[in-house]
């Protein structure tokens, strides 16, 4: 039964990459016609150092002991207001031995990944449904074009580190697996479209339905 199970995920995992690539929806940022945006709470003639540009919240994701789980840590528009408009963001990932990034697009950037420490396996799909993958070391670099279905993976027994360059202050994250099984989409749409049983469904949906926070 259970070897069973995994065969139908294994076949709707396909089906999600095959079709959620070419359904990608991408967008860019737009141009600007200052240097630099500052805060609706500043007065740009009082931004006068450097401090406004500068950002340290990925330091401890960079220093610290490797973390039990894989985590990322954004350095977007939201944490960084400087690079509104700048069209560039960063994100620093820790992932232990035999974790996965799961299958995501960023709709409105591409990304540009650094193997900082250990190994990774990496690889998307295009919108033709064509699977590129590659096996990373440390130091290798992957890029992952705008709007892409893509992964990473630490099939490795030791820990590794990369760190993500964005094409967009605010590249956007859609989580395959939770916005087809956790976002309340019909049982039996679901079924339907991956061919298999509303039993199956619901237990995906049960893993994957984000918990509510009280």
Sequence with gaps: MAAALNGVVFSMVLALLALSAPLA????DPDILTDYIAPLSAIPGNITSGAFFTYSGLRAAVTSPAP??????????????ALN????????????PGSVNPVHTHPRASELLLVVDGALSVGFVDTAGKLFAQDLATGDM???????????????????????AFGSAAAGL?????????????????????????????????????????
């Design 174 to 214: 859609v989580s395959v697996p939770v916005t087809v099984f956790g976002t309340g989409i019909d049982d039996t749409v679901l079924a339907k479209s991956f061919k298999t049983d509303v039993d199956t469904v619901q237990k995906l949906k049960a893993a994957l339905t984000p918990t509510k926070k009280p």
């Design 68 to 81: 039990a789980n894989f985590t990322v840590t954004k350095a977007s528009m939201a944490e960084f207001p």
């Design 25 to 28: 929806v991408v967008a860019g």
């Design 85 to 96: 408009g700048q069209s560039v963001s960063f994100a620093a990932l820790s992932y232990p």
């Design 142 to 164: 992957f890029v992952f074009p705008k709007g892409t279905v893509h992964w990473q993976c630490n099939k490795g027994n030791q820990p590794a580190r990369a760190l993500s």
